[in-house]
């Protein structure tokens, strides 16, 4: 059974700097892709950003510039370094892997941006 478990997430000020991080109960290059998505209250949950196990990035437009997705394979981790957090990133944020037809989700982490 696939595992993934998120932490970083808290209370920043607009402006401020946040880390994700997801750890997986395996190897993250056994996934065919790995990403953060986030759901803030009322809205759809939506892609921030994906990882490819080929090392193909993408991005949501509202944070290109100021999230960076990253891997360690040693650790078996995935990272959102997310900066210049604004109050709109407000969300709970989930880690996501896929693997062929199956998807994996983290139990989420909650980001609030405020002042």
């Known amino acids: 059974q696939v595992q993934l478990v998120e932490s970083g997430g808290g209370l920043m000020q607009p402006g401020g700097s946040l880390r994700l991080s997801c750890v997986a109960s395996g190897s993250i290059f056994s996934f065919d892709a790995m990403g953060w998505y986030r759901q803030a209250p009322g809205n759809p949950r939506e892609l921030v950003a994906d990882?490819?196990?080929?090392?193909?990035?993408r991005y949501v437009d509202s944070v290109k510039g100021r999230f960076t997705i990253s891997r360690d394979g040693d650790k078996n981790a995935m990272y959102l370094q997310m900066n210049n957090l604004k109050a709109e990133d407000t969300a709970v944020y989930y880690c996501h892997a896929a693997l062929v037809s199956r998807d994996y989700w983290g139990q989420g982490t909650q980001v609030t941006v405020s002042s």
């Open positions: 990882l490819t196990r080929g090392g193909f990035t």
